[in-house]
């Protein structure tokens, strides 16, 4: 069982940045793919970017709207997921929810909501213009 919760998010203007943070429990993190993905309203939730899991390599994967733009990383020593997220637009507004799974993915299945079974509440993000 793993419990996640975001934090980090809040009110920046167009252009700025923001570190979200994920706290991982459990001691099996490092062997946990995970990814954020945001929901706007009124829209479904979308993939945002993914670490695998530790082991020969660990692979990140972004969508390609904030590629770029957005770093992911994980400190297993920490049981800790990062987000740095760096010139940010007005449509990057959305609740931001960090998602995990014990297994590891490749490209664009890494990209499918299902995989996650483990999810946070939210942090929201909201970037004005």
């Known amino acids: 069982q793993v419990q996640l919760v975001e934090s980090g998010g809040g009110l920046v203007q167009a252009g700025g940045s923001l570190n979200l943070s994920c706290a991982a429990s459990?001691?099996?993190?490092?062997?946990?793919?995970i990814g954020w993905f945001r929901q706007a309203p009124g829209k479904e939730r979308a993939f945002v970017t993914a670490?695998?899991?530790?082991?020969?390599?660990?692979?990140?994967y972004y969508a390609d709207s904030v590629k770029g733009r957005f770093t992911i990383s994980r400190e297993n020593a920490r049981n800790t997921l990062y987000l740095q997220m760096n010139s940010l637009k007005s449509e990057d507004t959305a609740v931001y929810y960090c998602?995990?799974?014990?297994?590891?993915?490749?490209?664009?299945?890494?990209?499918?909501?299902?995989?996650?079974?483990?999810w946070g509440q939210g942090t929201q993000v909201t970037v004005s213009s």
């Open positions: 998602a995990a799974f014990a297994g590891f993915c490749q490209a664009t299945s890494c990209r499918d909501r299902r995989l996650y079974n483990y």
């Open positions: 459990g001691r099996t993190f490092a062997s946990h793919t």
């Open positions: 670490i695998t899991r530790s082991g020969a390599g660990t692979y990140t």
